[in-house]
């Protein structure tokens, strides 16, 4: 499974939600599939994505979709404590495990030898579910969609970065109608 095929799995099952996606290349990832002003990209802060996914959840009614990377994850481990002592009913975290970073040249995390996040969040109070094919993701997924509660998808999958182009948006534009389509 590659992150791109997730992504698409997330875009085909969203309507109103808010997505909120990782740095780098999974942002351009998302852009290429589907640009929508309820996407915000991430186009630098590495590690904050859960952050950020986790202070809309906690202020707003909407469901939001947070599209994180293993690497950005153990870069702020303490998010997941905090999205674990908070649990907002809306969050769903997605945690794409390529075991490398990505977005620098598919240099190995953790999660490759001997960091478990599905554990990890498990650890931090979350409901985590690990999946390793799209069909069981597209599944978890839409479940997810339909819970009141915060809920932690971890998808297995390999280091592969998609050909896109790159974000044609400057990023005050995509902080702007992002909040534009939150409170219209």
């Known amino acids: 499974m590659k992150r791109i095929d997730v992504i698409k799995k997330i875009v085909d099952n969203v309507d109103k939600e808010l997505i909120v996606c990782n740095i780098g290349i999974p942002s351009k990832e998302l852009y290429s599939v589907k640009d929508r002003e309820r996407n915000f990209y991430m186009l630098g802060s590495m590690g904050l994505a859960s952050s950020i996914g986790l202070g809309l959840a906690l202020n707003i009614k909407e469901k939001v979709v947070v599209i994180d990377g293993d690497g950005s994850i153990l870069m702020n481990l303490g998010s997941l404590s905090t999205i674990g002592y908070l649990k907002p009913k809306n969050l769903i975290l997605v945690i794409i495990d390529n075991s ?37 993701f597209e599944e978890v997924f839409k479940c997810a969609l339909k819970r009141d509660e915060t809920f932690v998808i971890i998808a297995k999958t390999i280091p ?25």
């Open 100 to 136: 490398s970073y990505g977005s620098t040249g598919n240099q190995k995390t953790h999660t490759a030898k001997n960091t478990n996040l599905k554990r990890v969040a498990e650890a931090c109070g979350l409901c985590a579910v690990e999946v390793d094919n799209i069909d069981n």
């Open 160 to 184: 592969y970065n998609e050909p896109c182009e790159d974000i044609n948006i400057p990023p005050v534009v995509i902080k702007y109608r992002f909040m534009k389509a939150i409170h219209p």
